[in-house]
């Protein structure tokens, strides 16, 4: 490997950085968007049942908050009926929504990152390729020979630059798209949990008084 980086030369070192880089992010992004940590499965039929005949404790809240994305979006819903009991549909909506919101713009963290590093990478490969060519045209002699030291090291750094710049942008490209799918997947599932609790929770909501 360490033969590889010295005849790729100084245009690898990017993109060994680069690589070093979205592995990071897909790793922590393939550890956070597992389904227990951001929509279990049988969740909000859990919180339905729970508040079947009243509303929950605080600390009940509490632990729905932490036990997930999900979890937190529910709660919210919660604590909006518990402090204000008279709280109409389109404000329990509105809190919902809110919510939903920032969860999703969580579950997109690094995302850009990576789509970033699939787009730049092969870019990167083509400025090594560039740098390969300019190094086997200086190997040619005025004299129309040539220094074959210098032509092997020009052909070394086009191509294994070029393949490196491919083999981490390939793997990126489809990180990210299956990244998207799912918080796309996600954000689908918590629309059409907040359109069951809404109603279900507008049950608790004290009538407003009638204005005379």
Same mark, same amino acid.
């Given at each position: ?87 109409? &549909? ?100 918590? &629309? ?21």
């Amino acid at each position: 490997m360490l033969s590889i980086i010295q005849a790729a030369g100084w245009p690898i070192w990017p993109l060994l950085l680069c690589s070093v880089i979205a592995l990071a992010l897909i790793i922590e992004r393939v550890s956070s968007l597992r389904t227990q940590r951001v929509a279990p499965p049988r969740l909000v039929d859990e919180v339905l049942s729970v508040t079947r005949t009243s509303l929950p404790a605080a600390d009940v809240v509490n632990k729905l908050a932490v036990n997930s994305v999900l979890g937190s979006v529910l709660a919210s819903g919660l604590r909006a009926v518990i402090a204000e009991p008279r709280i109409s &549909e389109v404000a329990l909506r509105d809190t919902f929504e809110s919510s939903g919101r920032a969860a999703i713009h969580n579950l997109e963290r690094y995302l850009n990152s990576i789509g970033t590093i699939a787009s730049a990478a092969p870019l990167l490969g083509l400025l090594g390729t560039v740098i390969g060519m300019i190094e086997i045209f200086g190997s040619q002699a005025p004299t129309g020979g040539n220094n074959p030291a210098l032509l092997a090291h020009g052909i070394s750094v086009a191509l294994y630059n070029t393949a490196f710049g491919l083999m981490i942008a390939i793997p990126a490209l489809m990180f990210y798209r299956y990244f998207r799918r799912r918080v796309d997947s996600y954000a689908l599932d918590m &629309e059409q949990a907040a359109e069951r609790m809404v109603p279900h929770l507008m049950r608790f909501s004290v009538p407003r008084p009638a204005v005379a």
